[in-house]
């Protein structure tokens, strides 16, 4: 029976059904037809989300493992018969396990508009089957890595100064636990989701919040509870009532206590000015080691301001406007088939509707640099063999994984990345467009394709 009030999580199993239903139609039709034959489908993202001038890739590990251990169990079996699909379908989705090969571009790794990000060659109806999944996890994955990118770029480029404050604003548990992978792989230094700390050996970072503050007769017995209670941790919030006046508090609590007070923390009002008069009184008694947090609404333009003009803030929490990336909540990636196995012969597809055409063939893209910093992609065929770095690598092969990095390699090559990126897509002010060309045989195979559709209309 449905159950409206289960908690959302979904098995390998159930997962193989995280799909639009327009791809079990198609996929029913394909079995019907006999059309299995070896296809490729490459995911691209057509435009740049408005706010942004590339992207951050993100999501390729735990994607690969869903579409390892995708299976059609008798659970979905069953339901996928109630609702139309025959006897001989549902035999196929039994057995089915993807078999297929997949290209893609690393986690950490910068894109631009219309390269491949992940190519998937397989049986026709495996790669179809695949499109939902990979669209809902590397879109997602590489929205927020991008913004959480943007952040490290603001802070100096030290993504050890940022920690990920988002879980209670995330939209969903599933969310939250990704929202903290991928701002890892971008660079932040800890994360205060407790789960993902755990699941991906992320450092778990916290304060305190204001009911504690709330919860004693004072400010000042607070504090030095909390001191007390936390000797390794002696970070407080001082903004409950009077902000200065509680940093005057905390100094005077870890003076009575003997504990050390590893830092306080700004949560609201003018947290340049409030940072520049809390260094000052801690200075003047002596705790210059005690660090000042600040969090509350943040995102990658003030913390850029305000490290500009070395405001003495130590570690920014970044909450809402990170886990959501609400200036640009989107990443528009598409799924496309772009070539099909007919006989002996690969048939090159390609679309040809307003402000939606593809290009046929499987492609690879070469990245060349000068002196260490990216000047030109080159969108080619797969076959070609272009000056540069190609970027898609192997990630499955036959339906194994080939391409399973640690979190460390993923945050060296982000650092990689943005260390590459023109100084102009790196800092505030006008961005000219990265330049984006496809190669002479690609282009010839296009124009093949338009000529032929002219002759068949």
Not at 14 to 34: C, W
Request: charged share 25%; proline share 5%; glycine share 8%.
């Amino acid at each position: 029976m449905a159950d409206p009030n289960d908690p959302g999580l979904l098995s390998a199993a159930e997962a193989s059904l995280l799909i639009d239903q327009y791809e079990i139609t198609m996929a029913r039709s394909f079995h019907r037809l006999g059309m299995n034959e070896p296809s490729v489908f490459e995911l691209f993202v057509r435009k740049l989300p408005p706010n942004r001038d590339w992207l951050l890739v993100c999501g390729l590990g735990p994607t690969l493992r869903l579409i390892r251990e995708m299976r059609f169990g008798p659970r979905e079996r069953e339901y996928l018969a109630r609702i139309g699909c025959g006897d001989d379908f549902i035999d196929y989705l039994e057995g089915l396990r993807f078999s297929g090969d997949i290209e893609a571009m690393p986690e950490g790794t910068i894109a631009f508009p219309n390269e491949p990000l992940v190519r998937v060659t397989a049986p026709r109806i495996e790669a179809q089957l695949l499109e939902t999944l990979l669209l809902n996890q590397i879109n997602f994955q590489t929205m927020i890595a991008t913004k959480a990118a943007r952040v490290v770029l603001a802070a100096n480029g030290d993504g050890n100064s940022v920690v990920d404050f988002s879980p209670r604003r995330d939209h969903g548990t599933d969310a939250a636990m990704k929202v903290a992978r991928a701002t890892a792989i971008a660079g932040l230094g800890g994360t205060s989701n407790v789960a993902a700390a755990m699941r991906y050996g992320l450092t778990p970072v916290g304060t305190m919040a204001h009911s504690y503050v709330l919860s004693f007769e004072s400010e000042q017995e607070a504090f030095e509870c909390f001191l007390r209670e936390n000797p390794e941790n002696g970070v407080l919030l001082v903004d409950t009532y009077d902000t200065l006046e509680g940093v005057r508090r905390a100094i005077a609590a870890a003076e009575q206590t003997g504990v050390p007070l590893n830092g306080i923390r700004l949560d609201s009002g003018d947290l340049a000015a409030l940072a520049r008069e809390s260094r000052k009184l801690l200075d003047e008694a002596g705790r210059r080691d005690t660090r000042i947090v600040a969090s509350g609404d943040l995102e990658e333009h003030k913390i850029a301001e305000m490290c500009q003009d070395a405001v003495p803030i130590d570690i920014w929490g970044v909450g809402t406007e990170l886990g959501t990336s609400r200036d640009s909540p989107v990443v528009n990636g598409v799924y496309k088939i772009v070539a099909d196995l007919r006989g002996e012969a690969w048939r090159g597809v390609a679309k040809r509707s307003a402000a939606k055409q593809t290009l046929p063939g499987a492609k690879q893209v070469f990245r060349r640099f000068e002196d260490g910093t990216m000047v030109e992609d080159v969108v080619a065929t797969a076959d070609e063999e272009l000056e540069g770095e190609p970027l898609l690598v192997p990630a499955m092969r036959d339906g194994e994984i080939v391409l399973a990095e640690t979190l460390e390699e993923m945050r060296a090559r982000t650092a990689r990345s943005l260390a590459s990126l023109p100084v102009a897509l790196r800092s505030k002010g006008p961005k000219p467009r990265y330049p984006v060309s496809h190669s002479e045989t690609l282009q010839e195979l296009a124009a093949a394709g338009e000529e032929a559709l002219e002759q068949r209309g």
